[in-house]
Nanobody
Framework: QVQLVESGGGLVQAGGSLRLSCAASGSTSYINDMGWYRQAPGKQRELVATISRSGSANYVEPVKGRFTISRDNAINTVYLQMNRLKAEDTAVYFC???????????WGQGTQVTVSS
């Protein structure tokens, strides 16, 4: 079992920055990839970025060059640095961890990011 707690969301003006954090607890030594997803009102949850245990990162096209995902395995935390935020980035952001041989997915509770234009 892994528990994930996100923090760092809030209200920011367009062009501003926010840094999200996701702290993992429990069976953290079995965590493989971690990622950030987001869900805007009335839309499906979508992938934002993923990072492997070794630090290899991937991003979806809309956030490339603006968002940076990173992780600190020593403290079991993954981050999402979001720069040059746009109104369309407004969503609830969720952290996900894939755990164990079968890559079972665990989710955090989400943190709201609101970008005013």
């Amino acid at each position: 079992q892994v528990q994930l707690v996100e923090s760092g969301g809030g209200l920011v003006q367009a062009g501003g920055s926010l840094r999200l954090s996701c702290a993992a607890s429990g069976s953290t030594s079995y965590i493989n990839d971690m990622g950030w997803y987001r869900q805007a009102p009335g839309k499906q949850r979508e992938l934002v970025a993923t990072i492997s245990r070794s630090g290899s990162a991937n991003y979806v096209e809309p956030v490339k060059g603006r968002f940076t995902i990173s992780r600190d395995n020593a403290i079991n935390t993954v981050y999402l640095q979001m720069n040059r935020l746009k109104a369309e980035d407004t969503a609830v952001y969720f952290c996900k961890a894939e755990v164990g041989w079968f890559r079972t997915g665990y989710w955090g509770q989400g943190t709201q990011v609101t970008v005013s234009s």
